[in-house]
């Protein structure tokens, strides 16, 4: 059963800093994989999706990075802003399965 | 891009009354949506596979009795819950996939706070 994992749960950075945050994945036979980003209440907004057969995909300050053998996803955020505050979700979808499967999320704060 | 339009965004209702929440897709035909439910401070639990034209695929632990699902056009699947308690308060979330333009992923709704007093 695959299980996503998102590490660190919550994560405080003043203005300006680069970060990274990390997403793991138990079954690596993956269609494809998608970060979102949600605000407190809201729904969820697609950042990035990546499809297995690709390696990276970037954009404005955002880039997701996918190693499908390691079963491993980064999203970098550079320079961040106030305004970058919010959970950011990780999910993929199996091969065999029609539905996303999603980590529990990195809560980030930005302090300005 | 893709778009899910979910309503009502927030909704309080009295226990044991039902409430029926909506999920349309606004440019592009979805045969299959998904309902999520989401609790404070945790990841979106998979509910149903909305399943146009026929019944949902519930995920195990799941009451399809509770949690009524109809998916009659290729634009709208609603989610009903029955008989709502306390419990059933939660986050509902749902999303569709257009498969005409994979690059989009999956797009999902606003969401609905359900609040049973």
């Known amino acids: 059963k695959q299980e996503v994992t998102q590490i660190p749960a919550a994560l405080s950075v003043p203005e300006g800093e680069n970060l990274v945050l990390n997403c793991s994945f138990t079954d690596s036979a993956i269609y494809n994989l998608q970060w979102f980003r949600q605000d407190p209440g809201k729904g969820l907004t697609s950042l990035l999706l990546i499809q297995s057969s690709q390696r990276e995909q970037t954009s404005g300050r955002l880039n997701a990075s996918l190693d499908k053998s390691s079963g491993r996803s980064t999203l970098y955020i550079a320079a961040s802003q106030p305004g970058d505050s919010a959970t950011y979700l990780c999910?993929?979808?199996?091969?065999?399965?029609?539905?996303?499967?999603f980590g529990k999320g990195t809560t980030l704060s930005v302090s300005s | 891009g893709a778009v899910v339009s979910q309503h009502p965004s927030r909704v309080i209702c009295k226990s044991g009354t039902s409430v029926k929440i909506e999920c349309r897709s606004l440019?592009?035909?979805?045969?299959?949506m998904f309902w999520y439910r989401q609790f404070p401070k945790q990841s979106l639990m998979l509910m149903a596979t909305s399943n146009e034209g026929s019944k949902a695929t519930y995920e195990q632990g799941v009451e399809k009795d509770k949690f009524l699902i109809n998916h009659a056009s290729l634009t709208l699947s609603t989610l009903t819950v029955t008989s709502a308690h306390p419990e059933d308060s939660s986050f509902y979330i749902c999303?569709?996939?257009?498969?005409?333009?994979?690059?989009?992923?999956?797009?999902f709704g606003s969401g609905t706070r359900l609040t049973v007093v």
């Open positions: 999910a993929v979808l199996n091969q065999a399965g029609t539905a996303l499967i």
């Open positions: 440019d592009f035909q979805a045969t299959t």
């Open positions: 999303s569709a996939r257009d498969s005409g333009r994979d690059t989009y992923g999956y797009t």
